[in-house]
Structures are given as C-alpha cells and as structure tokens.
C-alpha cells in the first residue's frame, strides 16, 4: 500500500518539479505554446510553389499555416513578416491579404502573398517569412519551427531570362495594397533579407515602425533560446510519460500472464 | 491502516476515491496522462477546431469504459487537466484544467444515464459529441472570464459546435469498438 | 425510460445543439449588431470583419507596441481609425463611413481625414464611440453602429 501511495505521489509530484525546473511553463505570463509552422505554399492552380519553376509572372501565391495567423489584433504585426527578393536581394512590393476570422473561421490559417507588379520572366525569387509571424494565441511564432530563422521560399518565373534580369519590377515596399507612391529601402545586405518596416497606404500616418525587426535580433534570439529550453523539459516530461505508461502496459501484460500461468496449474 | 495483500486478487480492494481502488486510480492516472500525452506529441495539420477530440474523447471513454465507476472520468479529467496545465497546451493557464474536467465529471453523469453500456457504437456517438462539445463550452465560460472579446467568442461558434460534435462521436465510435474487444479480455483482471 | 428511447433522445439533443449553435450564433449577430455591441466592417458590400470594445482594446494595446509615442499612449481603451482598418485587411479605399446607432448622424471621412480620428470603448456598455482627438477627444458617434469601407 505505501508503495502504490508513493507511486501515486510521484506521479503527481514528477511533472510539477519539471514545470518548476524548466521555469518556462504555462503558468508564466508567457506561456509555453505548441509551434507554428508553415504547411503549404501553393499557386493558384493547388501546385507548390516551394523551389518551383515555371511560376507565373503574377503568382497569387497561397500559404497555408497550421494555427490561426489572421486574428485582427495580430494582422498588423503579421502582414509586415512577408518578404519578397529579386536575385540581387532587392525587396519587391507585396500584396498581404486575408480573410478575417471573424468573418469566415475556416479560412484563418491562410494568407495570400501577390506581387503587385509582375515578376521578370526566367528569374530567381525569394520569398522570406520572418520567425516573428505570430498566432492568435499571442504565443506561438514561426521561429519555433524554423530554428528562428523564419521561412524562405525560392522559386523561379517562367519564361526566358531578359536582359535586364534581376533588376527590381517594383519598389521595395511592404505594402497590403497598391502604393501610389512607394518608398525604397536599402538593399540587404549579407545572406538574411533585411529589414523592411515601412508601409505604404494612401494614408501615410498608417506607417509603422515594428517593435520588433523582421529578422531576428539578439533579443529575438535569447527568447528563441529560452522558449527551446522550455519546449526540451516538455518533451522529457513527455518521454518520462511515456516511459511510465509503456511501462504500465508491461506490468499489466505480465501480470495477465503470471495469472495465465496460475490458472494453469490449478487446472493440471 | 491495515496491510492490503496485493497479490489477493480475490479479495475486494479498499475503497480509495470515489469507490475506486487504489489499482483503478493508478490505472485511471495513466490514462490521463495518455490523454495529455497524446494531445502533446500528437500535431496533425488538419487544421479544424476540436480535431483532438477523436483521441481525447475516445480515451476518456475507453478509460471510463474499462473502469465503469463513478468518479472514473473525473480522475481522468484532473489528471490530464494537471499534466495539460503542465506541458502548456494552451493560454489560459491553471484555468485549463477545467476543460479537461468538465468532459470528465460529464462522462461520469451520462454513463450512468446510458446504462454504463459505453460499448454501444451509439452511445459513443452520443457521449463523445456531448463531452467534446461540453469541451467547447467551457473554453467559451474560459474565454468570458479572461476578458476574450466577445466578438471571437459568437463568431465560428456554430462551425466549431459542429465539428466539436463530428470529432467527439469518432471518437466515441472507436472507444465503443476497442471497448467490445478489450472488455471480455481485461474484464477479470481489471474488474475488482 | 428504456435504452433505445435515451439513445433516440440523446441523437435529439445532438441535432438541437448543432441546430440550436447556428440559431444562436445568428441571433447574436443580428441582436449585438442592432445595439452596437457587434459592429461589421463593410467593404465591396460584403462583411470583411466584426468588431466590438474588447478587440478595441485588443487593438489599442497592440497600437502602443508598434506605434511607441502615438496620442494613445495613455488609454487603454482607444486605438486610432487607420490602425483599426488596417488591421481589419482593409488595404485600400476612397473613404470612410461611420454611422451610429439609431438616429446619430453618419460620418464621411476621405483618408486624408482619418488621421486624428479614434475609436474608444466605453468601460460600461460593451460599445465603443468614433472621437476626435484633435478636438480633445470630442465624441462624434457615441455608439458606432456600422463602418463602410467604399473603394
């Protein structure tokens, strides 16, 4: 009897103590929350456009997440982790869109991302989601399932390369609707695209300066390392589980048998 | 307290909780844990609310069916709400918990109601929609008492009521199904 | 009450939840709408989002972490007319009207007015008002009904 009572208690004492080690759990104010991730990229024709070729010039293309990336108070903050580059690194404007979940629940895992002018034919593009993409539970970002850093989409248009290939066809502009007056940013510089966090609206005081940069930062990274180290107590809390119950089935497996046994005998 | 020969499977167990011995609890333990183990490791992209239900009802009702006492559910409940809270499957803290009680303390009340006859395809249409929707209901009482605006709560509560309804019957259906073929065979050694 | 009745009973309560949640999730809609607790943001004549005070909220805290120094950084309850249509997908427009609920008068606003225009949730009747802040916050709708976006 003591034994099973101590049993008892260590199965309810052993995910606490974990929860207080890992310091990173639901009962802080962040949180621990389960990834984001991308599912599916695809044109408009269902095909995916991850390292695709042959894409139209004018692709709409469809991105497809697996937690709800459109809630209102996010959008803001979302549509700005969209990102689209030329060969050389130049940002091209975007058309961001959604259809809020307010209005059609079904469709809140996605996002459309549309080039507002068209693309070069024959030419590379890189289209970069930033690991800040946030979902409506305010806590789980892309980062956590990109290794922080973000998504990048390659494909290639199709048609034969011109020879003004690789220069910009827009302005390098986030933007979520048709600019009339686009604003450049510099180009990036180095592997990761760079920061963009100006808008274009007709209403230019809809400008925003992000909290936070498109690519990750020191900050971003020390709560990536934090936010990892939380989710590596869970997964061996989860494992201890696991062990616990497939050693649950053991025992009951084996004290079926020993019991077979018995019957058998008292049969003989 | 008096020693308890443990190896006597003859001899009634000693109440623990609820009329449960203490091989029932720790039983009723590891299917909670199963519970909230599975809604852990378990992703799938299908990305329709209340999904999780197949596994999370189904083992609910496949415990609650193995174990038919009172109080069976509930102890599932608390156990995979405690280990929910723990692993932090969702934002609203200790308050989670709930969510997964509620279902639990429900099964408990509709067993009795259905006869305890959980291995009836039926009834495990009926009681896994109603645990799984009761699911719902309670992420919405939840959602008013954080201050959730009212705006999400209405909009997509008829669409998620559905597929609430459609996850928690499959996975009533399968618990009636494994319940029929696991019941004769565990019924000796599990029925103390 | 026999076996078979309680399963026939139970199918009913299914199909009258199911049934019952679309009923209440229109009636809602139509009710909260009618006394601006629910408020549609319309564009191309279809709904693009709801609104009400807690998203509002939601919305004013989210606009003073982008927009650190913005006139709101001391209410909690008020965030800025473009932030809301921008965070609502509205992306591009000619201009905006705000009607009230019952006889209040409706506002036009071209884009180039929207700069100083606010929306503020009310702490006790789950409704929020269109106000000026370049007039000190001077109330121009006291219950926004409805929000139309023309192109």
């Given at each position: 009897?003591t034994?099973l009572?101590?049993i008892?208690f260590f199965?309810?004492?052993?995910?606490?103590?974990?929860?207080?080690?890992g310091?990173?759990?639901?009962?802080?104010?962040?949180?621990v929350?389960?990834?984001l991730?991308l599912t599916?990229?695809?044109l408009?024709?269902?095909?995916s456009?991850i390292n695709?070729e042959?894409?139209?010039?004018?692709?709409?293309?469809?991105?497809?997440?697996d937690k709800n990336?459109?809630?209102?108070?996010?959008?803001?903050?979302?549509?700005?982790?969209?990102?689209l580059?030329n060969?050389?690194e130049e940002?091209l404007?975007?058309?961001?869109?959604k259809?809020?979940?307010?209005?059609?629940?079904?469709k809140?895992?996605?996002?459309?991302?549309?080039?507002?002018e068209?693309?070069?034919?024959?030419?590379?593009?890189?289209?970069?989601?930033?690991?800040?993409l946030?979902a409506?539970n305010?806590?789980?970002t892309?980062?956590?399932t990109?290794?922080?850093?973000?998504?990048?989409?390659?494909?290639?248009t199709?048609g034969e390369?011109?020879?003004?290939t690789?220069?910009?066809?827009?302005p390098a502009?986030v933007?979520?609707?048709?600019?009339?007056e686009?604003?450049?940013?510099?180009?990036?510089?180095?592997?990761?695209?760079a920061?963009?966090?100006?808008e274009?609206t007709?209403n230019?005081?809809?400008?925003?300066?992000p909290?936070?940069?498109?690519?990750?930062?020191?900050?971003d990274?020390?709560?990536?390392?934090?936010?990892?180290?939380?989710r590596?107590?869970?997964n061996?809390?989860?494992?201890?589980?696991?062990?616990?119950l497939v050693g649950?089935?053991?025992?009951?497996?084996?004290?079926r048998?020993k019991?077979?046994?018995?019957?058998?005998?008292?049969?003989? | 307290?008096?020693?308890?020969?443990?190896?006597?499977?003859?001899?009634?167990?000693?109440?623990?909780i609820?009329?449960?011995g203490?091989?029932?609890?720790?039983?009723l333990?590891?299917f909670g844990?199963?519970?909230?183990?599975?809604r852990?490791?378990?992703h799938f992209?299908?990305?329709?609310?209340?999904?999780?239900?197949?596994?999370?009802?189904?083992?609910?009702?496949l415990?609650?069916?193995?174990?038919?006492k009172?109080?069976?559910?509930?102890?599932?409940?608390?156990?995979s709400?405690l280990?929910?809270?723990?692993?932090?499957?969702?934002?609203?803290g200790?308050?989670?918990?709930?969510?997964?009680?509620v279902?639990?303390?429900?099964l408990?009340?509709?067993?009795i109601?259905?006869?305890k006859?959980?291995?009836?395809?039926?009834?495990?249409?009926?009681?896994?929609?109603?645990?799984s929707w009761?699911k719902?209901?309670?992420?919405?009482?939840?959602?008013?008492?954080?201050d959730?605006p009212?705006?999400?709560?209405?909009?997509?509560?008829a669409?998620?009521?559905?597929?609430?309804?459609?996850?928690g019957?499959a996975?009533?259906?399968?618990?009636?199904?494994?319940?029929?073929?696991?019941?004769?065979?565990l019924?000796a050694s599990?029925?103390? | 009450?026999t076996?078979?009745r309680?399963i026939?009973?139970g199918?009913?309560?299914?199909?009258?939840?199911?049934?019952?949640a679309?009923?209440?999730?229109?009636?809602?809609?139509?009710?909260l709408?009618?006394?601006?607790?629910?408020?549609?943001?319309?564009q191309?004549?279809?709904?693009?989002?709801?609104?009400?005070?807690?998203?509002?909220?939601?919305?004013?805290q989210?606009?003073?972490?982008l927009?650190?120094?913005?006139d709101?950084?001391n209410?909690?309850?008020?965030v800025?007319l473009?932030?809301?249509?921008?965070?609502?997908?509205v992306?591009?427009?000619?201009?905006?009207?705000?009607?009230?609920?019952g006889?209040?008068?409706?506002?036009?606003?071209n884009p180039?007015?929207i700069?100083?225009?606010?929306?503020?949730?009310s702490?006790?009747?789950?409704?929020?008002a269109?106000?000026n802040?370049?007039?000190g916050?001077r109330?121009?709708?006291?219950?926004?009904a409805?929000?139309?976006?023309a192109?």
């Amino acid at each position: 009897m003591t034994g099973l009572l101590l049993i008892m208690f260590f199965l309810s004492i052993l995910p606490l103590t974990a929860f207080g080690a890992g310091g990173d759990g639901a009962g802080n104010t962040g949180g621990v929350f389960k990834p984001l991730g991308l599912t599916t990229a695809t044109l408009e024709d269902g095909t995916s456009i991850i390292n695709a070729e042959n894409v139209p010039l004018k692709p709409k293309i469809t991105l497809h997440f697996d937690k709800n990336v459109v809630h209102l108070s996010y959008w803001e903050r979302n549509k700005r982790c969209f990102h689209l580059y030329n060969e050389n690194e130049e940002e091209l404007a975007l058309k961001v869109t959604k259809i809020d979940d307010t209005v059609d629940f079904s469709k809140r895992q996605y996002i459309w991302v549309e080039p507002t002018e068209a693309l070069f034919p024959g030419t590379n593009y890189m289209l970069y989601v930033a690991p800040d993409l946030l979902a409506k539970n305010g806590g789980s970002t892309l980062a956590m399932t990109t290794n922080n850093q973000g998504e990048t989409i390659k494909f290639k248009t199709a048609g034969e390369k011109a020879g003004n290939t690789g220069k910009s066809t827009g302005p390098a502009v986030v933007s979520d609707n048709q600019s009339p007056e686009p604003k450049p940013v510099e180009p990036p510089t180095g592997d990761v695209p760079a920061q963009t966090n100006t808008e274009s609206t007709l209403n230019q005081k809809n400008e925003i300066s992000p909290a936070r940069p498109a690519v990750p930062g020191r900050e971003d990274t020390a709560r990536f390392a934090a936010m990892q180290q939380g989710r590596r107590m869970q997964n061996y809390l989860a494992a201890a589980a696991g062990v616990v119950l497939v050693g649950w089935v053991a025992v009951e497996f084996f004290r079926r048998r020993k019991r077979g046994a018995r019957g058998e005998k008292h049969d003989v | 307290m008096a020693k308890e020969d443990l190896t006597t499977d003859s001899k009634p167990v000693d109440s623990f909780i609820f009329n449960l011995g203490m091989a029932d609890v720790i039983r009723l333990t590891m299917f909670g844990t199963l519970i909230s183990v599975s809604r852990f490791v378990f992703h799938f992209p299908i990305g329709l609310p209340g999904h999780t239900s197949v596994y999370w009802m189904g083992l609910l009702i496949l415990g609650k069916g193995l174990i038919p006492k009172f109080g069976a559910g509930t102890i599932m409940g608390i156990v995979s709400g405690l280990l929910a809270v723990v692993f932090g499957l969702g934002k609203e803290g200790p308050l989670l918990a709930f969510k997964c009680i509620v279902p639990g303390a429900l099964l408990d009340i509709l067993a009795i109601l259905f006869f305890k006859k959980l291995e009836s395809i039926w009834v495990g249409v009926i009681i896994g929609a109603l645990i799984s929707w009761s699911k719902l209901l309670t992420s919405i009482v939840l959602g008013v008492i954080l201050d959730i605006p009212m705006v999400f709560l209405v909009m997509g509560f008829a669409y998620a009521t559905l597929l609430h309804i459609v996850f928690g019957a499959a996975g009533g259906v399968l618990a009636a199904i494994l319940l029929k073929r696991l019941k004769p065979r565990l019924a000796a050694s599990w029925q103390t | 009450m026999t076996f078979n009745r309680r399963i026939v009973v139970g199918i009913l309560v299914l199909v009258l939840v199911a049934g019952g949640a679309f009923l209440l999730e229109h009636m809602a809609k139509v009710q909260l709408s009618r006394n601006g607790r629910l408020v549609p943001v319309i564009q191309d004549s279809k709904i693009i989002a709801y609104l009400d005070a807690g998203t509002i909220r939601q919305l004013s805290q989210q606009e003073r972490e982008l927009r650190p120094g913005q006139d709101n950084s001391n209410n909690h309850s008020e965030v800025s007319l473009s932030f809301m249509l921008g965070s609502t997908g509205v992306v591009d427009y000619q201009y905006i009207e705000v009607s009230g609920v019952g006889n209040s008068k409706d506002f036009k606003l071209n884009p180039g007015d929207i700069e100083d225009i606010a929306l503020s949730a009310s702490s006790n009747h789950h409704t929020f008002a269109l106000v000026n802040r370049a007039e000190g916050n001077r109330v121009m709708i006291q219950k926004v009904a409805k929000v139309y976006v023309a192109n």
